[in-house]
Nanobody
């Protein structure tokens, strides 16, 4: 059974940092790309990038230069380091996985999400 479990969300002031983790079970690191997506109520999900099986990393323009993805295959865990957060980053953040490549908005597997709230 596949499980993606996010942790590390919370509240932070604008300009602050947070680190999210996603513990993966039921999927072998060599078989799936991992990524992150976020959603604000009333808006569409936004895929913000991820780490492919071969280690290639892509970032959405909205987070490039501020967010860093990393993947520890030994722990089967994905990380999201978020720096210089602003109020527009407030959202529910989801860990995603997909065998087809870096997950997009239609990723095959989704975690339950962790809330990130940035105040001004």
């Amino acid at each position: 059974q596949v499980s993606l479990a996010e942790s590390g969300g919370g509240s932070v002031q604008s300009g602050g940092s947070l680190r999210l983790s996603c513990a993966v079970s039921g999927l072998a690191p060599s078989d799936y790309a991992l990524g992150w997506a976020r959603q604000v109520p009333g808006k569409e999900r936004e895929a913000i990038g991820g780490v492919d099986i071969d280690g290639k990393i892509i970032y959405a323009d909205s987070v490039k230069g501020r967010f860093t993805f990393s993947r520890d295959n030994a722990k089967n865990t994905l990380y999201l380091q978020m720096n210089n957060l602003n109020v527009d980053d407030t959202a529910m953040y989801y860990c995603t996985a997909d065998p087809r490549g870096i997950p997009g908005p239609d990723a095959r597997y989704w975690g339950q999400g962790t809330q990130v709230t940035v105040s001004s």
